[in-house]
């Protein structure tokens, strides 16, 4: 029985999603490996996507930040685009992107799909008349009932909902509230008086003459390459390959439901042509263990409130957070001056008698600053930062990327990351997860021999001079990966294969063993004219020293959009040895719904969708799978 639906499942046309959310899913699903699916990072680029698809901008009026913002755009692409506006004026279609040579098929979708094109390129900011008579109030809820039980020690009910509403106009202003429970969460009880456990008050103004952009309550930031501040979307290996390790200073409202934001105000101001300042003010109450002395012992970031345990850390940290960084831009060079001071009301003393986190930032005031740099054309691109804390400790990353002909590109980055540097915001490309204990280099190369085929390397060697978890000496780890993508009509197929070395501890912690992962990915998609698409996914998993174990999950799932309609559906069979051979799922979900499955055991995986666009004010959307129900509405009016 269980070999017939194994048979049937891959005789079943599978979709990816309904095409006009197809090309930004598929980059999403496409570019993550696992240590980017076990971070709460991409949940950010994901909420991104999902706000710029359902909000996009206009191309002809876009600034360099707001392109910045856009985690699959190159610094060459960034370059190409702004230099060809700047030649030949306004866009008068997005099939002008096809100028753009730098931009691949995927990237030209992908940015078609979270941009429109307007008729001025340099249009007056508008009236408040305007904006209140033209701008759109959007609400929307989402919630979520789970088909199997709870623990007993949570204190709300199994039902995870929020509730947006969001007024906007343009690429001008943007203004909302949010309201978030997750499953298990009080709702009006156990210290949420308020009703949800999770509010986000936010407000972006952009492109008022010389202020580039101002945001008020919640927001993010991000500086250069990330060794200072960076609040913002993570750098994974196969996204940095593609976006070819560019640096960002970016401002952004939060409106999502994520943990990672700061709080207060922040702004943008052009001194000049060529000169732009960033600076912010932060002060917000944040999840902390606490030692019986009242220091904090760790920094939350989970920001789940279920059982009372978890409730007694909530907010019982405050957190000062002020800094900017100024900007100078000309020619394709980028120089930015980059500083962030912190202060917490309680001093942060970790367990330092665990070896691994001996050199874990501690203390009350932490300062660190840098010096970014980079340079980009059309063809070449160099970007660095290099960043010191309050004691010196040093922190660099500097990349180099190179578009050459017959469709070859290049990438080196190095980074080079001290034992006892210590930032509680740096979030930047890292193989161990941390901007501390790193050093080591990636090389990316890119082959596109035909229009319809892509091929794409990395090799990435990491050293950790310092004692890790579950590593209690020096170590290193090194991480491959091919991958393949052929297009034939109407037929993608793509295959990827990647080998991590490793190493940890052995059983009596003498000496250290070397682990040995290789994971492999085949999949076969199909997108149809008439609106179905379909794609066949094998996923597995071997790890040699895990005594042989191995893990394998066979997805199916297919779409079919007509007119106002969108169906999704989907079923994998999945099979693993041990938690350690665990395989990974990604599913359709509603809109800011974030959906990736981690798999274990033995099993059946399945899911139906629908969407309606029961008009052009109104949206409905609900799905069920087997572990719950989720319903989702949208008006816009």
Same mark, same amino acid.
């Given at each position: 029985?269980? #070999?017939?639906?194994?048979?049937?499942?891959?005789?079943?046309?599978?979709a990816?999603?309904?095409?006009?959310?197809?090309p930004?899913?598929?980059?999403l699903?496409?570019?993550?490996?696992?240590?980017?699916?076990?971070?709460s990072?991409w949940?950010?680029? =994901?909420d991104l996507?999902?706000?710029?698809?359902?909000?996009? %901008?206009?191309?002809?009026?876009a600034?360099?930040?707001?392109?910045?913002?856009?985690?699959?755009?190159?610094?060459?692409?960034?370059?190409e685009?702004?230099?060809y506006l700047y030649?030949?004026?306004?866009?008068?279609?997005?099939?002008?992107?096809?100028m753009?040579?730098?931009l691949?098929?995927?990237?030209?979708?992908?940015?078609?799909?979270?941009?429109?094109?307007?008729?001025?390129?340099?249009p007056?900011f508008p009236?408040?008349?305007?904006i209140?008579?033209?701008?759109?109030h959007e609400?929307?809820?989402?919630?979520?009932?789970?088909?199997?039980g709870q623990?007993?020690?949570y204190?709300?009910?199994?039902?995870?909902?929020w509730?947006?509403?969001?007024?906007s106009?343009g690429d001008?202003?943007?203004?909302?509230?949010?309201?978030?429970?997750?499953a298990?969460?009080?709702? %009006?009880?156990h210290g949420?008086r308020w009703?949800?456990?999770h509010?986000?008050?936010?407000?972006?103004?952009?492109?008022?003459?010389?202020?580039e952009s101002?945001c008020?309550?919640?927001?993010?930031?991000?500086?250069?390459? $990330?060794? &200072?501040?960076?609040?913002?979307?993570?750098?994974g290996?196969?996204?940095?390959?593609?976006?070819?390790?560019r640096?960002?200073?970016?401002?952004?409202?939060?409106?999502?439901r994520?943990?990672?934001?700061?709080?207060?105000a922040a702004a943008t101001?052009?001194?000049?042509?060529q000169? @732009?300042?960033?600076?912010?003010f932060?002060?917000?109450?944040?999840d902390a *263990?606490?030692n019986?002395?009242?220091?904090?012992a760790?920094?939350?970031s989970?920001? !789940?409130?279920?059982?009372?345990?978890?409730?007694d850390?909530k907010?019982n940290?405050? &957190?000062?957070?002020?800094? $900017?960084?100024?900007?100078?831009t000309?020619?394709?060079?980028?120089?930015?001056?980059?500083?962030? !001071?912190?202060?917490l009301?309680r001093?942060?003393r970790?367990? *330092?008698?665990?070896l691994?986190?001996?050199h874990?930032?501690?203390?009350?005031?932490?300062l660190?600053?840098?010096?970014?740099?980079?340079y980009?054309?059309?063809?070449f691109?160099?970007?660095g930062e290099?960043?010191?804390?309050?004691?010196?400790?040093?922190a660099?990353?500097n990349?180099a990327?190179?578009?050459?002909?017959? /469709?070859?590109? +290049?990438?080196?980055?190095q980074?080079?990351?001290?034992?006892r540097?210590a930032?509680?915001?740096?979030?930047?490309y890292?193989?161990?997860?941390?901007?501390?204990?790193?050093s080591? +280099?990636?090389?990316?190369l890119?082959?596109?021999?035909?229009?319809?085929?892509?091929?794409?390397?990395?090799?990435?060697?990491?050293?950790?001079?310092?004692?890790r978890?579950?590593?209690?000496?020096? @170590?290193?780890a090194?991480?491959?990966?091919l991958q393949?993508?052929?297009?034939?009509?109407?037929?993608?197929?793509?295959?990827?294969y990647?080998?991590?070395q490793?190493?940890?501890?052995?059983?009596?912690k003498t000496?250290?063993?070397n682990?040995?992962?290789?994971?492999?990915? +085949?999949?076969? /998609?199909?997108?149809?004219?008439?609106g179905?698409?379909?794609? #066949?996914?094998?996923?597995?998993c !071997?790890?040699?020293?895990?005594?042989?174990?191995?893990g394998? &999950?066979?997805?199916?799932?297919f779409?079919?959009q007509?007119?106002w309609?969108?169906?999704?559906a989907?079923?994998?069979?999945?099979?693993?040895d041990n938690?350690a051979s665990? &395989?990974?799922l990604y599913e359709n979900?509603?809109? =800011?719904?974030?959906?990736?499955?981690?798999?274990? $055991?033995e099993g %059946?995986r399945?899911?139906?969708?629908?969407?309606?666009?029961?008009?052009?004010? +109104?949206?409905? #959307?609900?799905?069920?799978?087997?572990?719950?129900?989720d319903?989702?509405?949208?008006?816009?009016?």
């Amino acid at each position: 029985m269980k #070999s017939q639906i194994v048979v049937w499942l891959c005789m079943l046309p599978m979709a990816l999603g309904a095409q006009e959310e197809r090309p930004w899913r598929e980059y999403l699903n496409e570019v993550m490996t696992v240590e980017d699916v076990e971070s709460s990072q991409w949940e950010d680029v =994901y909420d991104l996507l999902c706000e710029l698809s359902q909000h996009p %901008f206009d191309l002809n009026t876009a600034t360099r930040s707001q392109l910045e913002d856009l985690p699959f755009l190159s610094a060459q692409q960034i370059e190409e685009l702004q230099e060809y506006l700047y030649r030949y004026g306004p866009m008068k279609s997005k099939g002008e992107l096809l100028m753009i040579r730098s931009l691949d098929e995927p990237r030209r979708e992908l940015l078609s799909s979270v941009c429109y094109v307007g008729e001025s390129s340099h249009p007056s900011f508008p009236s408040l008349h305007t904006i209140t008579r033209y701008g759109h109030h959007e609400l929307m809820a989402t919630a979520r009932v789970p088909l199997q039980g709870q623990k007993d020690d949570y204190l709300g009910s199994p039902l995870r909902h929020w509730l947006r509403y969001q007024f906007s106009y343009g690429d001008y202003l943007k203004l909302g509230i949010l309201g978030a429970n997750d499953a298990g969460e009080p709702f %009006f009880a156990h210290g949420n008086r308020w009703g949800y456990d999770h509010y986000a008050l936010y407000g972006q103004l952009r492109n008022l003459g010389c202020l580039e952009s101002l945001c008020l309550g919640h927001y993010r930031v991000s500086m250069g390459m $990330g060794l &200072v501040m960076n609040s913002q979307s993570g750098f994974g290996k196969v996204a940095m390959l593609q976006s070819l390790g560019r640096s960002q200073t970016t401002l952004m409202a939060h409106a999502s439901r994520t943990d990672n934001y700061l709080q207060g105000a922040a702004a943008t101001v052009r001194l000049s042509k060529q000169l @732009s300042l960033t600076s912010f003010f932060s002060y917000r109450a944040v999840d902390a *263990t606490l030692n019986r002395d009242g220091t904090a012992a760790t920094i939350l970031s989970s920001a !789940y409130h279920r059982t009372q345990g978890e409730m007694d850390k909530k907010h019982n940290l405050d &957190v000062l957070k002020t800094g $900017g960084s100024l900007l100078y831009t000309s020619h394709g060079v980028q120089l930015g001056l980059n500083t962030c !001071y912190t202060h917490l009301s309680r001093r942060l003393r970790p367990n *330092t008698a665990l070896l691994y986190r001996q050199h874990y930032p501690q203390g009350r005031d932490f300062l660190n600053t840098s010096l970014s740099y980079g340079y980009a054309n059309s063809r070449f691109a160099l970007n660095g930062e290099t960043a010191i804390d309050r004691q010196g400790h040093l922190a660099t990353v500097n990349s180099a990327s190179v578009l050459l002909g017959d /469709g070859w590109s +290049l990438m080196a980055l190095q980074r080079f990351y001290a034992f006892r540097y210590a930032s509680l915001d740096a979030r930047s490309y890292s193989s161990g997860g941390r901007v501390q204990n790193e050093s080591g +280099l990636y090389l990316g190369l890119t082959w596109k021999p035909s229009p319809h085929l892509q091929l794409m390397a990395y090799t990435d060697f990491a050293y950790y001079a310092w004692a890790r978890y579950r590593v209690l000496q020096s @170590s290193y780890a090194w991480d491959h990966l091919l991958q393949g993508t052929l297009h034939h009509r109407l037929w993608t197929f793509s295959a990827r294969y990647r080998l991590q070395q490793k190493q940890r501890d052995n059983v009596s912690k003498t000496a250290l063993q070397n682990l040995t992962e290789h994971r492999l990915r +085949l999949s076969a /998609g199909y997108a149809g004219k008439s609106g179905f698409s379909s794609l #066949s996914q094998l996923d597995g998993c !071997y790890l040699p020293q895990e005594q042989h174990a191995w893990g394998r &999950v066979l997805t199916q799932r297919f779409s079919y959009q007509y007119r106002w309609l969108t169906l999704h559906a989907g079923a994998s069979y999945y099979h693993t040895d041990n938690y350690a051979s665990r &395989v990974y799922l990604y599913e359709n979900a509603p809109l =800011y719904t974030y959906s990736m499955m981690q798999l274990y $055991g033995e099993g %059946f995986r399945y899911w139906l969708m629908a969407r309606a666009d029961v008009s052009r004010h +109104l949206m409905l #959307s609900a799905k069920a799978s087997d572990t719950g129900f989720d319903v989702q509405i949208k008006w816009k009016f």
